[in-house]
């Protein structure tokens, strides 16, 4: 069982930085891939990043590619997601989640393990 958690939302002005945290309650192997989701109000959660633990090109979603860098670390067990340059439609609550196999994948239907989220608000 892996337990997730998140940190790092908070109110930032348009055009600000943040950087989210996700930490792991226990090594999660090479063999997972992390990903980062977001959930506006009255919209789907969505896909925003992804990176596989064991290395490998990570993957964004069209609306954070060139903005957003989701990296890891794997001594602290941590996978980082650093937002430049941000948009009120940026505003949402932001999930990290790991699935296996090792892959990467857009759906919230492949991740098993989900954190509790962190809010993140970016005013005009």
């Known amino acids: 069982q892996v337990q997730l958690v998140e940190s790092g939302g908070g109110l930032v002005q348009a055009g600000g930085s943040l950087r989210l945290s996700c930490a792991a309650s226990?090594?999660?192997?090479?063999?997972?891939?992390m990903g980062w989701f977001r959930q506006a109000p009255g919209k789907e959660r969505e896909f925003v990043a992804a990176?596989?633990?064991?290395?490998?090109?990570?993957y964004y979603a069209d609306s954070a590619e060139g903005r957003f860098t989701i990296s890891r670390d794997n001594a602290k067990k941590t996978v980082y997601l650093q937002m430049n340059s941000l948009k009120p439609e940026d505003t949402a609550v932001y999930y990290c989640?790991?699935?296996?196999?090792?892959?990467?994948?857009?759906?919230?239907?492949?991740?098993?393990?989900w954190g509790q989220g962190t809010q993140v608000t970016v005013s005009s």
């Open positions: 989640a790991a699935k296996r196999p090792l892959g990467i994948a857009l759906s919230i239907l492949n991740y098993t393990y």
């Open positions: 990176i596989n633990w064991s290395g490998g090109s990570p």
């Open positions: 226990e090594r999660t192997s090479s063999t997972y891939t």
